[in-house]
């Protein structure tokens, strides 16, 4: 049987993380990294369509407005590997990184690749080892002896350690390794989980058969759940084959999700004008038809023609059909009030496969949050998209699970 101090099961971003922080520390503990994949940091790779927004500088104060369900929770984890922390801690390790709009920072290079080498690099050069092509198919408890859980796998060999760290990730993205494994290992172990479901994802309206992909800037977009209100956003969205997404789509659609997943009826209003007051959009639209009408150009040619004239004045040439599908016998007259109340009512949403991050999880009260220890099993720790904890786009995620892997990680050497 191999043995290791701390054994880390999954190398993501939180258990690459975790295996530097154990690795690093005093103790210097033997570390060993359990990943399925034939490479660590495959859902990293794909991060930011391939650039890697690996965090957002923030202030806390600000930054725990981006968390969910249970910010505070992560305070611990954030102050002991604050952005700019961690920013310090690659930069050392030779990854330059830049800081966009958004206070989104990126590796200079933008190549999610970059990033993950800094981080095996940094785990390596710390002391432990990365074992790929483990694929672990079941975790039990250990003997007397110390050896407090045993490790079992699926090319028959089995590990002992006296601390294991969980950082499976959750259930999107199935294809970079990431199927769940560690919510059924912890709840054998007396955690209780929360509901899963895609959080970061499309949200796909009834009868949508759009296949094209379009973006839409600066525009104002509202949940309605069993009518009521439930979440307005400001900026960008992307219609794509998926259903609508982008920046605004994807923070909308973690409640939106659940409140489907719920029964509930759900639907989006977006304001395609939203810095323009309806009379003033109203007086623009009659002027702009105005004009059109006394064009020469439009001697002799159908209301219809010169009505796509209009639209073409006002909207993405690519966005009208979709746009007209929801106003059949729309006319310039009416045009302004459909411009500022596009609703579409929301019946599904793109799932795990490709949706960013899994809400839900372990739950947060069985684990403690400054050493992210379980409060039912002693010597084990859990770290990154496992818990029950998710955030919107732009650099929060990935935060989280750099954070709370480097604490866990320190957590369990500490505690050997």
């Known amino acids: 049987m191999k043995e290791a101090d701390i054994i880390i099961i999954g190398g993501g971003a939180a258990g690459l993380m975790a295996a530097y922080g154990a690795a690093a520390s005093?103790?210097?503990?033997?570390?060993?990294?359990?990943?399925?994949?034939?490479?660590p940091g495959r859902k990293i790779m794909i991060t930011g369509k391939g650039r890697c927004n690996f965090t957002n500088v923030k202030e806390?104060?600000?930054?725990?407005?981006?968390?969910?369900?249970?910010?505070?929770?992560?305070?611990?984890?954030?102050?002991?590997?604050?952005?700019?922390?961690?920013?310090s801690l690659l930069e050392c390790n030779g990854m330059e990184a830049v800081v966009e709009r958004g206070d989104r920072a990126f590796p200079s290079n933008h190549l999610s690749s970059t990033v993950v080498d800094t981080l095996v690099k940094m785990a390596t050069e710390a002391g432990a080892k990365i074992f790929c092509n483990c694929n672990v198919t079941g975790v039990i408890e250990g003997n007397s002896e110390g050896w407090n859980y045993i490790v079992n796998c699926a090319d028959g060999s089995s590990w002992r350690c006296r601390k294991l760290i969980i950082t499976t990730g959750g259930l999107s993205y199935p294809r970079t390794g990431s199927t769940g494994d560690g919510y059924a290992w912890a709840e054998a172990f007396g955690h209780e989980l929360t509901p899963?479901?895609?959080?970061?994802?499309?949200?796909?309206?009834?009868?949508?058969r759009y296949t094209e992909w379009i973006s839409l800037k600066n525009i104002q977009m509202t949940s309605i759940i069993d009518g009521n209100e439930a979440q307005s956003e400001f900026g960008d969205i992307d219609f794509t084959d998926g259903g609508?997404?982008?920046?605004?789509?994807?923070?909308?659609?973690?409640?939106?999700?659940?409140?489907?997943?719920?029964g509930s009826k759900v639907a989006v209003?977006?304001?395609?004008?939203?810095?323009?007051?309806?009379?003033?959009?109203?007086k623009r639209v009659q002027k702009l038809w105005d004009e059109i009408s006394k064009d020469k150009r439009s001697e002799g040619k159908p209301y219809k023609t010169r009505f796509g004239v209009l639209l073409g004045k006002l909207l993405p040439m690519e966005v009208i059909p979709l746009f007209m599908a929801n106003w059949p016998d729309l006319?310039?007259?009416?045009?302004?009030?459909?411009?500022?109340?596009?609703?579409?009512?929301?019946?599904?949403?793109?799932?795990?496969?490709r949706c960013v991050i899994t809400a839900g999880g372990v739950s947060l009260d069985s684990v403690s949050p400054k050493t992210l220890e379980s409060k039912t099993s002693k010597g084990l720790h859990l770290a990154g998209e496992v818990l029950d904890l998710d955030a919107d786009t732009g650099g929060y995620n990935l935060h989280i699970a750099f954070s709370t892997g480097l604490l866990a990680g320190q957590s369990a050497a500490k505690g050997l």
């Open 196 to 208: 899963r479901f895609p959080s970061l994802t499309a949200l796909t309206p009834k009868n949508y």
């Open 269 to 282: 209003v977006i304001d395609l004008k939203p810095a323009v007051e309806i009379e003033e959009l109203e």
């Open 331 to 353: 006319d310039h007259k009416r045009l302004a009030k459909a411009l500022k109340n596009w609703k579409l009512d929301i019946v599904s949403h793109v799932g795990y496969e």
């Open 60 to 87: 806390w104060n600000e930054f725990q407005q981006h968390v969910y369900p249970k910010a505070n929770f992560l305070r611990p984890s954030f102050y002991n590997l604050t952005p700019e922390k961690l920013i």
């Open 244 to 262: 609508i997404e982008g920046p605004v789509g994807f923070k909308l659609s973690r409640k939106c999700v659940k409140a489907l997943s719920n």
């Open 26 to 39: 005093e103790a210097a503990p033997r570390v060993a990294v359990l990943e399925k994949m034939p490479r």
